[in-house]
């Protein structure tokens, strides 16, 4: 059974910081693509980043230059550094693993940028 199990998600002031985790169990980490995405109320679910098995990444447009993915084949977790947030960033984040044509969710964190 796989589990993605986030967190790190919080209330955080415009310009600061925030990392989230997500870990995985149940799978073949170091071979799955691993990805965060995000929904705000009211917009479709969207790309932030993603983290292949050889850990080239790729970035939403809106996010490039201020946050940055990474893996811990070792711990079997994912992270997101979200730095310089936006009130804009304000979203429910979900952890994602896509394993050939297989992709599985988290429950997601909600992460609120506002003063």
């Known amino acids: 059974q796989v589990q993605l199990v986030e967190s790190g998600g919080g209330l955080v002031q415009p310009g600061g910081s925030l990392r989230l985790s997500c870990a995985a169990s149940?799978?073949?980490?170091?071979?799955?693509?691993m990805g965060w995405y995000r929904q705000a109320p009211g917009n479709q679910r969207e790309l932030v980043a993603t983290?292949?098995?050889?850990?080239?990444?790729n970035y939403g447009d809106s996010v490039k230059g201020r946050f940055t993915i990474s893996r811990d084949n070792a711990w079997n977790t994912v992270y997101l550094q979200m730095n310089s947030l936006k009130p804009e960033d304000t979203a429910v984040y979900y952890c994602?693993?896509?394993?050939?044509?297989?992709?599985?969710w988290g429950q997601g964190t909600q992460v609120t940028v506002s003063s």
């Open positions: 983290i292949s098995s050889d850990r080239n990444t």
């Open positions: 149940g799978i073949i980490f170091s071979s799955t693509v």
């Open positions: 994602n693993a896509r394993y050939y044509a297989y992709s599985y």
